[in-house]
Structures are given as C-alpha cells and as structure tokens.
C-alpha cells in the first residue's frame, strides 16, 4: 500500500493507486526523449533551475516540512532544517557544477589528452523515509547539474514528499521529463533497472534491498551507488571534552527521533571515563522532551511506522533477556503513536541484537573498553562502515583513530554529519560509492578520455 499514515497518531491521511504499467512506460519514454534535449542544455540554464529550486525550499520550509513531519514524523524544527538543508545542497552544485565538471587537460606527450564528464541517461534513485526530501535532493541536485535526469521511487509511506519534490522541480524550470516521481511499490523496481532506458542505480536503504538491487543492476551491467545501514561507533577518550561529547552524544543518537543510518548508535568509552559518561548520558537521555512532533518543544517524535517501533522493541527485549542493562528507558509508551522511550544499554553482551545490529531509534549501546587500542577493535567488530566519532584531545590517538577505523568517515571532536561539500558514503555492509562533493557528481558520468595527436 502506499498511504500517508500520521506515525504520531497512527491516523491515514491519504492513500494513494499506484500508477499503471502504460503510466509507467509513458515515464519511462518521457525520461529518454527529455534526456536527449536536457543534456545539450547550458551550466547556466541548469544553475538558473537549480538556485529557483533553492528558492522555493527557503521561502516554502514551512509548508514543506509539515509535510515531512505529518508524514514520517520527525519534528517540525528538523522537517524546516532539513528543507533548508536541500536548499544548501542546491546552491552548491549550481555554484560549483561547471567548475567540478570542466574538460581536464594531461600531459600526454605528443599532441594532448584530456578527461571529459559527460551524462549518461535517466538514473533511477530509490530512496529512503527517514530524510524524505534531503536523501532526494543530495541525488538530484548533482544529478541534473550534471546533465542526467532522474526518475525517484521513494519509499511507500512518504508519497506526499516524493510528490512535493517532483512539483518543486517543475516549479523551478527544470523541463517536463528533467525530474519524475513513480509512484510504484517495492515489487516493481527490479522491472525498472531491468529497462535499457534506466542507466543507473542509486539506492539508499537496507542492506537486504541494496544486496537486491546491486545483483540485479549488476545482470544488465548498470552501475550502482549504495548507501546501506550504519552502526556508527562514538568513542570518548579521558582527554575528551566531556561537557561537549556527553551533549553532542545526546544528539547524535537522538537526530531525526534515532532514525539516521549516521547515527552515533554504540558508544565507546575508555574505563576511566565511563562512568561518569554513563551517568551524565543517561540522565540527559531521560531529560528529552518526547512529544507530539508538530509541537517545537518536542526533541524526539515517533518512530516512523509501527512496524519498527516493533522491531526496535523486540532489538531491545533480546538484548535485556541475554544481559544487559537499562540505564534509562528500555520500553515502548503508552497511548496512540510509535513512540519508544530514549533509551540507554549497558553491559552489553556479544551475540546480542544491541551488540551487532541496527538499532533504528532512540537506544543508545554503551561499552567499557580499555585504552585505544581496544575501542579500535570494539568499533570496528561489525559488519558495517559508515560513519565513526572519536573524542580525544591527545594527537596522536586522533591520527590513529583517523587511520585504523574502518569507516568511510571519521570524525573528531563532532558529530557525523552530511555536508554538501564533503564525500558521503561508507565501507563494509554499509555500502560503496559516494554521495556529494566532487565525488558524488562524478559517479553517473562517462568519464571520457581523449587523446589528439
């Protein structure tokens, strides 16, 4: 089904046909005919729509993220954030996509040699709830700088935003065809990377439906960009400023009510600090203002469907069940709405769900490590690689931690986070490719060597 459904009351807004095969086909051959016209377009024309998409994201945020929260629920403050951020990520590419993209000339010996970036075709985003309009946006804007045009399968309860973004787009001048939403169920992607119009996969989401759409994408020989779950560590040395990392922690496990694939989620702290981190965390924890997420009070909304608020439960049932403790939280809330308290772990033991997997909410997995040596090896025992957090004045523990994580972004003293700018994207299970920066508008390009003599 793809419906709207108010995770903070459980209320269906709208329930929306998923479109036809026939309307899916006429998509399709919109994509490839607009892509051979909007390729030839100018970095001027596409800098123009890019800064009026920038536009209507600043001056609508507040329309837009009501829209974001009614739907997936996190709170208004975030949804307002999240559509400026968009709108960052918009101006950036349309100031710095021509520079990024520029012919590049070599030292080739006789005659000369050069790179060229040149678009491949309709690229087919699938994409995630958890930042509705952000995950879109940090795609599209490289995308169509690029000279792409992109056809988006977002996630099923969030079909108010893939619309509102498709609108937008068309708002800001892009041509007809330059940006689709479909307005398909899960079932009906493999049809689409199986389409020889579709030259390209980009796929935010869970490890099980990138290992699915990477095999597929690979039988029709099509690239793919994956970013996949994370179970980022945060590691608090003893000369960490531990005001700032017990108040950063905090929210770093908390951000979009716990449901980020770069949130901190397994917390690493050196015996000598741990705790006194421990319990400053824990009370900070307790202290957050759980709510209606519509209220500009509130610092954790619901879950995003009842279906993780269920199997964020169970995560932490099995976990207690085998050992650990709860410092703060550890069960569900009472009344309508999938809200779970902001919660703490400790003495968590190996083999447990809090030890190895996801946790997609506001639980937070606490371990006493011994020096710097072993919080390296406790951060990186596990599957994934995505982002990792160290906290240490002392320079030397920071070039090791820098060099010996195994993640696709380190980051000391603060908080992971996605910036326009920078490379996004991670190692292991957590995914390959990268999102942003000069990196990310580079990846659905034939990059064309040329030799004259």
């Given at each position: 089904m793809i419906a709207s459904i108010n995770p903070a009351t459980g209320e269906t807004l709208h329930v929306f046909t998923e479109l036809t095969d026939s309307e899916v086909e006429a998509k399709?051959?919109?994509?490839?005919?607009?892509?051979?016209a909007y390729?030839?377009?100018?970095?001027?024309?596409?800098?123009?729509?890019?800064?009026?998409?920038?536009?209507?994201?600043?001056?609508?945020?507040?329309?837009?993220?009501?829209?974001?929260?009614?739907?997936?629920?996190?709170p208004i403050s975030a949804a307002r954030a999240e559509a400026a951020k968009c709108a960052s990520a918009c101006r950036y590419y349309a100031q710095s996509g021509e520079r990024l993209l520029a012919e590049e000339r070599l030292d080739a010996g006789a005659g000369f040699g050069s790179i060229r970036y040149q678009p491949i075709g309709p690229v087919l985003a699938v994409m995630p709830w958890n930042f509705p309009f952000w995950q879109v946006f940090r795609f599209a804007a490289p995308a169509l700088m690029a000279g792409n045009v992109g056809l988006l399968k977002h996630a099923s309860n969030v079909p108010q935003c893939a619309i509102e973004i498709e609108d937008i787009h068309r708002r800001a001048g892009f041509p007809a065809g330059a940006f689709q939403n479909l307005l398909v169920g899960s079932r009906r992607v493999h049809r689409l990377i199986d389409d020889r119009r579709v030259k390209a996969v980009s796929l935010t989401g869970s490890e099980g439906a990138g290992a699915e759409v990477a095999a597929q994408?690979?039988?029709?020989?099509?690239?793919?960009?994956?970013?996949?779950?994370?179970?980022?560590?945060?590691i608090v040395m003893p000369s960490a400023n531990l005001d700032r990392a017990v108040r950063v922690a905090i929210d770093a496990r908390t951000i979009n009510n716990g449901?980020?694939?770069?949130?901190a989620k397994r917390f690493?702290?050196?015996?000598?600090?741990?705790?006194?981190?421990?319990g400053r965390f824990a009370e900070?924890?307790?202290?957050?203002?759980?709510?209606?997420?519509?209220?500009?009070?509130?610092?954790?909304g619901p879950l995003a469907t009842a279906?993780?608020?269920?199997?964020?439960?169970?995560?932490?049932?099995?976990?207690?069940?085998?050992?650990?403790?709860?410092?703060?939280?550890?069960?569900?809330?009472?009344?309508?709405?999938?809200?779970?308290?902001p919660t703490v772990l400790a003495d968590i033991p190996p083999g447990s769900p809090a030890y190895g997997e996801e946790l997609f909410g506001p639980v937070a997995a606490l371990f006493r490590v011994d020096g710097v040596a072993e919080a390296i090896r406790r951060a990186n025992d596990t599957d994934f690689g995505l982002g990792a957090?160290?906290?240490?004045?002392?320079?030397?523990?920071?070039?090791q931690f820098i060099e010996e994580l195994e993640a696709g972004m380190v980051f000391i003293n603060g908080m992971v986070a996605s910036d326009a700018r920078l490379p996004f994207g991670g190692v292991k299970s957590s995914g390959y490719g990268r999102e942003l920066g000069i990196y990310g508008i580079r990846e659905f390009l034939n990059i064309k060597t040329v030799r004259v003599f």
């Open positions: 399709l051959g919109l994509a490839e005919q607009t892509f051979r390729r030839q377009t100018s970095f001027a024309d596409r800098t123009r729509w890019l800064i009026a998409a920038a536009d209507i994201l600043e001056s609508e945020k507040d329309r837009i993220g009501r829209i974001m929260t009614l739907e997936m629920g996190k994408a690979g039988r029709q020989i099509k690239k793919t960009v994956l970013e996949l779950g994370g179970s980022d560590p945060l449901q980020s694939c770069i949130a690493i702290v050196d015996a000598r600090v741990y705790d006194e981190f421990a900070g924890m307790a202290a957050l203002r759980v709510g209606d997420p519509m209220q500009e009070a509130t610092q954790v279906d993780i608020l269920e199997g964020l439960d169970d995560q932490v049932r099995r976990t207690v069940a085998m050992g650990a403790r709860v410092l703060t939280g550890g069960k569900r809330l009472p009344g309508p709405g999938n809200y779970y308290a957090s160290a906290w240490t004045e002392d320079q030397q523990e920071r070039e």
